[in-house]
């Protein structure tokens, strides 16, 4: 069974959602957790360092934090996990984390994903499923729980205003 499941993680509810499955399958197998989280500074890269090297800074202390409350949730499962931050200039997140996964000989991966469709996923492109087509082991895709759509209002309209016609007179 899995031995050495490795999660990446960046702090949103669907991320840890896919680390509270890796958490369950752990606790089930006697597995190592690895968790990871990439630092992608390709954002950031402007041509300005001077300016940007604040915001890259930030970053990493803010992956930091999220490895650090990760790992916190792991242990008051019971469990403890090591953690790998990830510092990205001109790779994919993808790359990375099949990367991480083969060099740790993880026998793994749990990601939690949005599952987006259609348009969003071919404007947003989807790490996930980057990942499941290029990792050589197997790879756990937790998908995010619904939530109910909160209805939209539009605002109130003052209808004792004067209205200008568009059209000319």
Known sequence: MYQRILV???GSPTSTQGLDEA???????????????????????????FYTGDVIGMLKEAGEQVLAEAKARVQ??????????????GSRVCDIVVDEATKWKADLIVIGSHGRR????????????QIVRMAAVPVLLVRALATKAEPIV?????????VRSAVPA
């Open 23 to 49: 958490i369950k399958l752990a606790k089930l197998t006697g597995a190592s957790l690895r968790l990871v989280h990439v630092v992608n500074e390709l954002t950031f890269a402007t041509g300005f360092e």
């Open 154 to 162: 539009a605002p109130a309209r003052d209808t004792t205003a004067p």
């Open 76 to 89: 008051a499962s019971g469990l403890d996990a090591v953690t790998f931050l990830a510092e990205n200039f």
């Open 8 to 10: 990446p993680v960046d």
């Open 118 to 129: 259609g348009v969003g996923r071919l404007v947003i492109g989807s790490d996930a499923e």
